[in-house]
């Protein structure tokens, strides 16, 4: 079985600071990961996936995430927060080569970015 | 190019009541897949359509029925409404149901059982 755990349900940070969201998996087999972001009434949207391959991974709107085997993470990342970043975000995995696209999510974390 | 629509995009219905929730998937896409997404939790996976037959299922109940049909859009049917379905449905399409393919989203349909 897969899991995931999203650290910290809310993340307040200022605009031009770090953004750090944590995202910690668990899977019987290699994982497939992903990150989405979800603005208010709104579905989901891609914003990176590591499969195989390179370890870190960089996506759209300047955010990368990091795959760590040994410890079991996936977080994300942006080295300046905008304002337009602030919305919920959502660390997903599927079970390597064993599943068909089935994803297993975390429970969110909300950024909010101050101006 | 029209991305994953849902329909309707709210809907307000009765305890014990059906409810059928529509999906057509980004153009080129052939599998759907259903999600429910509580407030303030993560989307959860129902079930998911290829070739017009569920091949997956999450912990769901029998309450919760789909369908695809041959021009790959899809609908979900929910019988017998509990106060707790009340959530948003989400519909994801992709290019066969290959591992690491990644899923589009639509914008939900949001469900309230009074």
């Known amino acids: 079985a897969q899991s995931v755990t999203q650290l910290g349900s809310h993340v307040s940070v200022s605009e031009g600071a770090l953004v750090l969201l944590r995202c910690n998996y668990s899977?019987?087999?290699?994982?497939?990961l992903f990150w989405y972001v979800q603005y208010p009434n709104q579905g989901l949207q891609l914003l990176l996936k590591?499969?195989?391959?390179?370890?870190l991974v960089k996506g759209i709107n300047g955010f990368e995430a990091e795959f760590k085997k040994s410890e079991t993470s996936f977080h994300l990342t942006k080295p300046s927060a905008h304002m337009s970043d602030a919305a919920e975000y959502f660390c997903a995995v599927t079970p390597g080569e064993t599943s068909g696209s089935r994803l297993t999510f975390g429970e969110g974390t909300q950024l909010t970015v101050n101006p | 190019d029209a991305g994953v629509t849902q329909s309707p995009t709210h809907l307000i219905k009765t305890r014990g009541q059906q409810v059928t929730l529509r999906c057509s998937p980004k153009?080129?896409?052939?599998?759907v897949s259903w999600y429910q997404q509580a407030l303030g939790q993560g989307p959860q996976f129902i079930f998911q359509?290829?070739?017009?037959?569920?091949?997956q299922r999450g912990n769901f109940p029998d309450r919760f029925s789909g369908h695809q049909f041959p021009n790959y859009s899809s609908e979900l049917n929910v019988n017998a409404l509990l106060l707790g379905d009340s959530a948003l449905y989400l519909c994801?399409?992709?290019?066969?149901?290959?591992?690491?393919?990644?899923?589009?989203f639509g914008q939900g349909t949001r469900l309230t059982v009074v």
């Open positions: 590591y499969t195989t391959g390179a370890t």
């Open positions: 153009s080129g896409h052939d599998t």
């Open positions: 359509y290829y070739e017009e037959e569920e091949r």
């Open positions: 899977s019987s087999v290699p994982p497939y």
């Open positions: 994801a399409s992709s290019l066969v149901p290959a591992v690491g393919t990644e899923a589009f």
